[in-house]
Nanobody, 119 residues
Framework: QVQFVESGGGLVQPGGSLRLSCAAS????????MGWYRQAPGKQREWVAT???????KYADSVKGLFTISRDNAKNTVYLQMNSLKPEDTAVYYC?????????????WGQGTQVTVSS
């Protein structure tokens, strides 16, 4: 059974940093790519970043240069380093497997981790 467990969220002041982790119950090398997504209150879930099995990364324009996605295949864990956080980054953050069409697997959504950016 595939499960993703996100952690590392919390309350941070604007300009601060957080590092999110996503632990997978299976080898993340079995997926085409891994991605981070977020859902702000009252909004639809949006894509944040993707990292392919070979390490190639891609970011949403809103986080480019501020967030860094990485992976540790030996630990089956994906990370999201978030710097210079803004109030508009407040959301529940999720990770998921991503297929070659760039679509997340609807069966694998976890509970997510809450990130709140506020002074």
């Amino acid at each position: 059974q595939v499960q993703f467990v996100e952690s590392g969220g919390g309350l941070v002041q604007p300009g601060g940093s957080l590092r999110l982790s996503c632990a997978a119950s299976v080898s993340i090398l079995s997926f085409y790519a891994m991605g981070w997504y977020r859902q702000a209150p009252g909004k639809q879930r949006e894509w944040v970043a993707t990292i392919k099995s070979g390490g190639i990364t891609k970011y949403a324009d809103s986080v480019k240069g501020l967030f860094t996605i990485s992976r540790d295949n030996a630990k089956n864990t994906v990370y999201l380093q978030m710097n210079s956080l803004k109030p508009e980054d407040t959301a529940v953050y999720y990770c998921n497997a991503v297929n070659s069409w760039g679509t997340a697997n609807s069966d694998y959504w976890g509970q997510g981790t809450q990130v709140t950016v506020s002074s």
